[in-house]
């Protein structure tokens, strides 16, 4: 491999540290190429990832490693990474320590046989790989060394017991570890005209953030055979949720490629409403009961106003401006380009997001969860709202950016929306126009039935009218659109993979040469989708087939249990944005359908 082409660095070569507001992706090597401070959506001041070297990194290896492996500690985001060279062994650790109101990444490499020969080189380029800092070196309290970086308001801190040395526009260096010894290294974001805070003990605190996350895992109440993929995938949502606002993100990254070389790179570091209110869902059904409050408490502040106000996704913080832009000086990942910041998609209606929203409210509910007068008056208003406008065309689940449809799935969801607000009344004794929702909930199912069944092809299509599928209808059975024993439901599932998977058990969304999708090029398999086949599999009692594609799908994940937004089979490679929120929610969800289809067989 050659660490200085970013193009041979495979997607799932990467692993993500996280501290709950940001995280960082590092690569086999050790080298840290993509990391956004102090927030997710911050600028990033690592952006190797999609570009060169120059525009950032932090590099920390071992030279002429013939073996590299990794693993997380226990349930943890402390990642261990051991090299083997013909001249000795070095483990590494490294790991963003959790909840104490700073942004570190922290660093520990020990030679543990023999000598190894370490390479260490630290590169910071603010906004996005543009900006050279002003990098010089200030004195501690109590008297050591620091490196200080810092362009406007950003300033990052390099310390440790053997810091690197200033050369063409970089810091770098090279020695010999010998068997028994170790360099500490933490680098710091604080604002430039902040104080130096305390130096960290990076032992504890590596051991401290190990500890604090197997804590959250051990809530967990999954002990199938699943466990670890399922475990692994909860931490990743837990990872993506940031801990002050309870916004959920959609992914750490922005413009890794749905189509290499291609223009379908987008920015993900964003609050989806869709995605969150998924998340929300795969938590609770494993007890995880405080993330479903905070989150519930992010959307109150994020939507408030006028229900006609509503944005389908929304900053980590609430805030409403996403604009898109692209970043020129950046040569994309593979030369994918151009790279994107910001989302156009923000601005689009997309009539299935209150359904997704509903729903995982509903669940909240029903996991004990008490509506607050806010809370259901915020439901009511959206929901009044959707109703007059729910028979408009919009722009679907997969944000096209073509011109508007009637959207079969987005059809289903909206009705989905009002049937929880029925059920809301009926089951919990909320207050709400019922008659009404009632009639309008059985409008809705009579319009989908009336137009988004195509009789001659025996399955639902992807829009009113259309000869073509989307692997989207997969969730009309997880929301009870239609019980799973209707021949309809059967025959979609078949006309879906007989159209859409590409591989056994992969499937891509649409076909994009049947879909005015507004952007050139075509794309891979989508992980989610291929996961809520198994989910739908399970949910109509094909046991066998729902296990079948879990098998072949959990086998894609990367040697530390990560999943990007697709997969290529024919390069067997990641593509799309990593690690992705909507892949790892499908999979614990479809692994719950699959499970509870075994209970049934066995009871």
């Not at 001249?87 to 922290?106: C, S």
């Not at 959609?250 to 998340?279: I, V």
């Not at 949910?539 to 040697?559: F, K, P, W």
Request: net charge negative; hydrophobic share 40%; charged share 25%.
């Amino acid at each position: 491999m050659d660490d200085d082409d970013p193009a041979t660095v495979p997607i799932e070569e990467y692993a993500v540290l996280g501290d709950g507001m940001t995280a960082a992706l590092v690569s086999r090597r050790g080298s840290i190429d993509w990391m956004c401070l102090p927030a997710y959506d911050s600028a990033a001041c690592f952006a190797r990832l999609l570009g060169s070297p120059e525009n950032g990194r932090w590099l920390l290896t071992v030279r002429d490693a013939t073996s590299v492996t990794r693993r997380y500690l226990d349930d943890s985001f402390v990642l261990e990474t051991t090299y083997v060279t013909p001249t000795g062994t070095a483990v590494a650790l490294e790991a963003m320590p959790l909840k104490d109101g700073r942004a570190d990444i922290v660093r520990r490499l020990e030679c543990t046989d023999g000598q190894v020969e370490v390479e260490h080189e630290w590169i910071v380029r603010f906004g996005y790989g543009a900006i050279e800092p002003w990098v010089h070196h200030v004195t501690d309290d109590d008297g050591a060394d620091t490196i200080r970086a810092i362009a406007g308001p950003d300033s990052l801190l390099l310390r440790g017991d053997r810091l690197p040395k200033a050369h063409d526009r970089r810091h770098a260096d090279r020695f010999t570890l010998p068997a028994g010894e170790s360099v500490e290294l933490a680098l710091t974001w604080i604002r430039s005209w902040d104080p130096v805070p305390p130096r960290l003990t990076i032992p504890d605190r590596l051991d401290q953030t190990r500890i604090a996350w197997g804590l959250w895992a051990r809530s967990c109440r999954y002990l199938g055979s699943y466990r670890d993929a399922v475990v692994r995938s909860l931490l990743v949502l837990r990872l993506l949720t940031d801990q002050s606002t309870g916004g959920i993100v959609a992914a750490p990254t922005t413009s890794l490629p749905e189509d290499f070389g291609g223009s379908r790179n987008w920015d993900y570091r964003f609050c989806w409403l869709r995605d969150a209110a998924m998340t929300l869902e795969a938590l609770l059904e494993h007890g995880y009961v405080e993330e479903a409050t905070d989150w519930r408490g992010w959307l109150l502040r994020a939507v408030a106003g006028n229900p006609a106000d509503l944005q389908i996704m929304y900053r980590v913080d609430g805030g409403r401006e996403l604009p898109e832009r692209e970043l020129d000086h950046l040569a994309g990942y593979a030369g994918s380009r151009p790279v994107r910041v910001g989302n156009a998609a923000v601005g689009q209606v997309q009539n299935d997001v209150l359904g997704e929203v509903m729903c995982a409210l509903e669940q909240a509910r029903e996991a004990g969860i008490a509506e607050t007068d806010d809370s259901w008056s915020l439901q009511r208003h959206l929901v009044d709202h959707l109703l007059g406008h729910w028979r408009e065309p919009d722009r679907g689940i997969w944000e096209v950016r073509g011109d508007p449809r009637h959207f079969t799935h987005s059809k289903v969801m909206a009705w989905a929306a009002v049937d929880r607000a029925v059920r809301a009344a009926e089951r919990h004794g909320l207050d709400g126009p019922v008659d009404r929702w009632c009639r309008e909930r059985d409008a809705i199912h009579a319009d989908v039935l009336a137009h988004g069944w195509n009789r001659s092809r025996e399955t639902f299509v992807q829009s009113y009218g259309a000869e073509h599928t989307d692997a989207a209808l997969l969730q009309m059975v997880q929301v009870g659109f239609l019980p799973p024993d209707d021949p309809r439901i059967r025959s979609t599932i078949r006309a879906i993979r007989s159209e859409l998977e590409i591989a056994p058990g992969l499937l891509r969304r649409y076909r994009t040469e049947h879909t005015d999708d507004g952007v050139p090029g075509d794309e891979h398999a989508f992980l989610a989708c291929s996961f809520w086949l198994a989910d739908a599999l399970a949910r109509v009692d094909d046991v066998q087939g729902s296990t079948e594609v879990l098998d072949i799908l959990m086998a894609l994940a990367n040697d530390v249990g990560l999943l990007a937004e697709q997969y290529d089979p024919a390069g067997r490679r990641m593509a799309g944005n990593m690690p992705q929120a909507l892949s790892h929610l499908a999979l614990v969800r479809a692994v719950h359908s699959h499970d509870l289809a075994l209970d049934r067989r066995t009871s």
